[in-house]
């Protein structure tokens, strides 16, 4: 009845989109899913969301994923059902909490900055996008009209974050009014935490990123992280710049991001280990590979020449090990030397840099000319995350978790459950599916899937641009009845075919 009531608030206050629209799924397959969960906890926290009305929600907001390999397909919907339960109601909206307990660190409302970025790219899947508006302009204005005072408490790739909602949503209207706060907002680091020489440095801890080989909490240090977020928001302020006709200011962002595109490459960069590194206040690397050197690939920041950093991706003594990406180097003396269970960054595996890594590789996969890494290696280290998200035989998502034998280190406390701090439905979407968003009128498709592996697999009901896309894999056409092969389709119309997995374009 609640949710009822709020779905009707919502139409005549004209923020839903139009209904959901499955072209071929139905959502009553998925229902399942959705009672399992409920019952797999005593509900002591409720939100905005409660479990009870969780199926109706997820009714009205989410895409639809069907595949053969079950884990994969419960992980999609247990992924959607948590981070409903991260949606809270206050006075000035909606907010996304990253913990349910209150932490005392928090901002208000028990917001954390740490993890917008993946709130905003998990969440632009959703059809409503008043959550998210209204969860944005919390954090930018509701301060007396200026941003939250912890906004800047963490590094962050907000900005880029917001260029991409608007790659999937169309939303133009909604950038340009947010354009003023995110200038102000990179202006503020720029005044923060910019050296002399060009480059940004952060403490680690404020880098989401505790007890780190490289660093320390009060070293300040030239991180490979925070500056990739930097040169990813320039960029994406650049994009937004231009949508607002302000083309002259536009091109001050993107050779702002020029400059730091430069500075890592020639500053962080370990000739000798091929790798990006920490520069150390001392202006020597820190000579050890952490996950945070693949980052530069989530905001397409290398050159081509420096692709052969991930050759260490799936070395099993460097990165790949059997319960997921380490976020330190295998090999290394210091690797796990922090003792345990303090939050540490020296190797163990964290679904945040999990997904920061997979969103890179995609990157990577989708630009042309590099022999280091295949298409199979995404799925392989998808399947080993989507793996790990099990405790105790049901689904589960945490802080992070033994690298050797997936057991999730703070598992049994109460701050760990739920943990949203990671993104998981857009790496099944953008990456292993392959739908990648862009302006314009095309819709480009780009499957991760290796040859051989599924026999079928269907995407639907996603809003993107204002339309309802289906994306279907069928080998034999035996399981849709749609034909043979790839195709996409657009409110129901055929938008582009290929007889085999590859990528494939088509006009909305």
Not at 180 to 197: G, I, V
Not at 274 to 285: H, I, P
Not at 376 to 388: A, I, K, R, W
Request: charged residues 20%; aromatic residues 14%.
């Amino acid at each position: 009845m609640k949710m009822k009531l709020l779905l009707i608030l919502l139409l005549f206050s004209g923020v839903v989109a139009a209904q959901s629209k499955p072209m071929l799924l139905k959502f009553a397959d998925y229902k399942h899913y959705v009672s399992y969960f409920n019952t797999m906890e005593e509900e002591n926290i409720k939100q905005a969301i409660p479990n009870d009305s969780a199926w109706a929600w997820m009714q009205e907001n989410i895409p639809l994923f069907d595949c053969p390999q079950q884990n994969f397909e419960e992980l999609f919907y247990y992924r959607w059902w948590t981070l409903r339960k991260h949606l809270k109601k206050t006075e000035k909206g909606y907010v996304f909490t990253e913990f349910l307990i209150q932490r005392s660190y928090a901002d208000k409302y028990n917001l954390i900055a740490s993890a917008l970025g993946h709130h905003i790219y998990e969440s632009r899947w959703l059809h409503h996008a008043v959550y998210m508006n209204d969860n944005l302009r919390v954090w930018y204005r509701a301060n007396n009209g200026g941003p939250l005072k912890k906004l800047r408490f963490y590094s962050s790739w907000n900005i880029d974050a917001i260029y991409n909602r608007y790659l999937v949503n169309n939303d133009v209207a909604f950038v340009k009014d947010m354009l003023p706060d995110l200038l102000q907002d990179y202006n503020a680091w720029e005044q923060d935490r910019r050296l002399s020489s060009g480059l940004f440095w952060q403490y680690d801890v404020r880098d989401a990123m505790e007890e780190t080989i490289s660093g320390g909490r009060k070293e300040k240090n030239a991180r490979p992280s925070v500056n990739s977020y930097m040169y990813g928001n320039a960029r994406a302020l650049a994009a937004m710049l231009d949508l607002g006709g302000m083309p002259e200011k536009a091109a001050l962002y993107n050779a702002k991001a020029d400059t730091i595109k430069q500075l890592v490459q020639d500053r962080l960069w370990n000739k000798t280990q091929q790798f990006f590194e920490v520069l150390k206040e001392a202006d020597s690397l820190s000579n050890v590979k952490e996950e945070i050197g693949f980052i530069p690939w989530y905001f397409h920041l290398p050159d081509t020449a420096y692709n052969i950093a991930w050759s260490s991706l799936t070395d099993t003594r460097t990165f790949c090990a059997p319960f997921g990406i380490t976020t330190a180097d295998r090999s290394h003396p210091a690797f796990r030397s922090h003792g345990c269970c303090k939050c540490e960054w020296d190797g163990a595996v964290w679904p945040f840099a999990t997904s920061q890594t997979l969103t890179a590789l995609a990157n990577l996969l989708n630009s042309s000319g590099q022999p280091y890494i295949a298409d199979s290696n995404y799925f392989q280290l998808l399947q080993t995350y989507v793996e790990s998200q099990y405790y105790r035989g049901r689904p589960y998502i945490g802080e992070y978790l033994d690298e050797k034998t997936g057991y999730w280190l703070k598992g049994d406390e109460e701050r760990s459950r739920y943990y949203n701090h990671s993104t998981f439905n857009d790496l099944i979407i953008t990456g292993l599916v392959g739908l990648r968003p862009a302006a314009g009128n095309e819709v480009t498709v780009h499957p991760l899937l290796p040859a051989g592996t599924w026999d079928w697999f269907c995407l639907d009901n996603v809003l993107y641009h204002g339309k309802y896309l289906t994306i279907i894999w069928d080998k034999s056409g035996n399981k849709y009845k749609k034909g043979k092969g790839l195709s996409v389709w657009a409110n129901g119309k055929k938008i582009a075919a290929a007889p085999v997995l590859q990528p494939i374009t088509g006009k909305l």
